[in-house]
């Protein structure tokens, strides 16, 4: 299984983005899909969980800016993210909770799309 992002860049403040993360490889089914992101020199926090049915829960500095979803028969997720600060900077990870057989559920992470904003 492989977990694969992107969208990441350069983004002026106040700026939008869109990150993907897909899915690959041999899956049952993908449960929580997550983001995570890694400022310089911070320790790795939780931005967003995107469950199965679409419900979300977000860091609550978050609220209002990002938005999760995801495509379930794409076996992709989103993060939308707008109005973008400084403080936004960092290394954005995907994550999932993922069943590759009826009975085993694995969690992988993805390799990090990097995303700085900086005027």
């Known amino acids: 299984v492989q977990l694969q992002a992107c969208g990441g860049g350069l983004v002026q403040p106040g700026g939008s983005l869109r990150l993907s993360c897909a899915a690959s490889?041999?899956?049952?089914?993908?449960?929580?899909m997550n983001w995570y992101r890694q400022a310089p020199g911070q320790q790795r926090e939780l931005v967003a969980v995107?469950?199965?049915?679409?419900?979300?829960t977000y860091a609550d500095s978050l609220k209002g800016r990002f938005t999760g979803s995801r495509d379930n028969a794409k076996r992709t997720a989103y993060l939308q993210m707008n109005n973008l600060k400084s403080e936004d900077t960092a290394v954005y990870y995907c994550?999932?909770?993922?069943?590759?057989?009826?009975?085993?559920?694995?969690?992988?992470w993805g390799q990090g799309t990097k995303v700085t904003v900086s005027s």
């Open positions: 994550n999932a909770d993922i069943r590759t057989t009826m009975w085993r559920t694995d969690n992988f």
């Open positions: 490889g041999i899956i049952y089914m993908i449960n929580n």
């Open positions: 995107i469950r199965r049915n679409g419900t979300t």
